[in-house]
């Protein structure tokens, strides 16, 4: 299987081969998996620090679940658990490169002040300033496509249109190149079937574009069993990652991803 080889730079750090690591970091009281959420700041704070030193070089900082079912907050409410913790990492941690989780562009625009590197949007832009946004702070950005409400039924062909018409936006606005990662929404599908054929077939998807791309299947429903026990598919997932020279894996399990990636890379 091909490699796919694109640069991606969160402020002055470039990111261009192998497979790293994105740190999960919930400030949610209803986050799927219980044991991601950090309740306050202080405990956001020691996460951070346990995550920075297993082996997560972005930390991706969110105060929505978008979990299948969860309920949609306001832009205000998520900016009130969110735009503390950007502020107090970026103060404990100031070489932390920092990810916003929102689809929220007013959201975007406070984190981007509190001292976020870049936005994790994981609506493919239905907030329509939020290209601009991102552009007018120089930030770096991943963009996910959601296929839950889509009537298009060939995935992959839904996917290659959803990212394409996304990243040429952010181009447009006046992103870089260098400065766009792809997601391709495993867990944002229409069916577990779906999730599991786009696990499997996730290098054929990003050998469509020139931008490097981002997996996030870290303990998601669809690989089934209690949540506390998905564990051991999810480095399963990671190892496939690596093997099809996916940049970025978005994980709860920092430590244990770093290790998966060693042995795979080695293999």
Do not use: W
Not at 86 to 96: H, K
Not at 163 to 173: P, S
Not at 219 to 236: H, M, N, Y
């Amino acid at each position: 299987m091909s490699k796919n080889h694109c640069k991606f730079k969160v402020r002055d750090v470039v990111f261009e081969s192998g497979t790293h690591i994105m740190g999960i970091l919930n400030v949610t009281p209803d986050s799927f998996f219980e044991g991601s959420r950090a309740r306050d700041v202080d405990s956001a704070l020691a996460r951070a620090k346990i995550m920075l030193r297993d082996g997560a070089e972005i930390l991706d900082i969110g105060g929505q679940s978008t979990r299948p079912g969860c309920e949609k907050i306001s832009a205000i409410e998520e900016m009130s658990r969110l735009i503390p913790v950007v502020e107090a990492v970026r103060a404990q941690f100031p070489s932390a490169l920092i990810s916003a989780d929102t689809f929220y562009a007013s959201v975007a625009e406070e984190a981007a002040k509190a001292g976020a590197d870049m936005i994790n949007d994981v609506s493919c832009f239905a907030d329509e300033n939020m290209a601009k946004t991102i552009a007018k702070h120089g930030l770096s950005v991943c963009v996910m496509h959601n296929r839950r409400r889509s009537e298009n039924r060939d995935m992959f062909e839904d996917k290659i249109e959803g990212l394409t018409l996304a990243a040429d936006k952010l181009l447009e606005t006046g992103t870089p190149a260098d400065k766009i990662l792809l997601d391709g929404g495993i867990g944002f599908n229409l069916s577990r079937e779906e999730d599991v054929e786009l696990l499997v077939r996730y290098g054929e998807l990003a050998e469509h574009f020139d931008h490097p791309f981002l997996m996030g299947a870290s303990r998601k429903s669809f690989l089934g069993g209690r949540v506390e026990d998905r564990l051991p598919a999810s480095l399963e997932a990671v190892k496939l990652a690596v093997k099809f020279g996916v940049l970025f894996v978005r994980v709860h399990d920092v430590a244990q991803s770093a290790q998966a990636i060693a042995a795979e890379s080695k293999s």
